[in-house]
């Protein structure tokens, strides 16, 4: 079975405070892939990152990096100084393999207030 | 470069009735992913089309069920509604299908079950 763990429900933080979002995944499967969407106040889900088991290199975008630990089975996402913009409900998911192949399961979501 | 497109946005419906739901996807994608997202539940997969077959389906009764034209817009429909139905329904459209290429997703219909 396949399963998306985010055990933090709700964050708040300051603005311009570093916030690290954490995602624990659960798969059998050797081959998939994890992915971040963030979900802001006006409802439309949006593409963030995505990445395959093969490549545990962590990466930087702007204000926004990712940790691939394949070890602890976690993909956790951190936010640099965050802005008041960053306030959304932000989905780890997974997609795995053989039959699952393109079936993407989210994780319940967690979410982020930036306050001013 | 238009979006992901879904009619109706809101839709109320009693128990018993059935109901569709459509999702245009962007120009060029051939894959057509829909969730049911609700409080309790969250984001759910339903089923995922590509080029008007459906390569794989979650845990719904059979109630729910989909299709996918030709032109690559599909529909989703619910038949005997039930109260938990209600719920917001998303679509989401890539290319070759979520896990390779990026997905995108359109507003969502809201379907609210009387």
């Known amino acids: 079975a396949q399963k998306v763990t985010q055990a933090q429900t709700e964050i708040s933080v300051v603005e311009k405070e570093d916030v690290t979002l954490d995602c624990v995944y659960e798969?059998?499967?050797?081959?998939?892939?994890l992915f971040w969407y963030k979900q802001p106040p006006s409802g439309e889900l949006v593409f963030l990152i995505r990445r395959n088991s093969f490549d545990e290199q962590n990466e930087i975008s702007g204000r926004y990096s990712w940790n691939f630990q394949k070890s602890t089975s976690s993909f956790n996402f951190t936010i640099t100084a965050s802005q008041v913009v960053d306030s959304a409900v932000y989905f780890c998911?997974?997609?795995?393999?053989?039959?699952?192949?393109?079936?993407?399961?989210f994780g319940p979501g967690t979410s982020l207030s930036v306050i001013p | 470069k238009a979006g992901v497109t879904q009619t109706p946005r809101y839709l109320i419906k009693t128990r018993g009735q059935q109901v569709t739901l459509s999702c245009s996807p962007i120009s060029g994608h051939r894959s057509v992913s829909w969730y049911q997202q609700t409080p309790g539940q969250g984001l759910q997969f339903l089923f995922e089309y590509f080029s008007e077959t459906q390569r794989n389906k979650g845990n719904f009764p059979g109630r729910f069920s989909g299709r996918q034209f030709s032109n690559s817009r599909s529909e989703m429909n619910v038949s005997t509604l039930e109260l938990g139905d209600s719920a917001l329904y998303l679509c989401a459209s890539s290319r070759g299908g979520p896990r390779t290429d990026t997905q995108y997703f359109g507003p969502g219909t809201r379907l609210t079950v009387l």
């Open positions: 998911a997974l997609s795995g393999g053989g039959s699952s192949y393109d079936k993407v399961i």
């Open positions: 798969t059998r499967d050797t081959t998939y892939y």
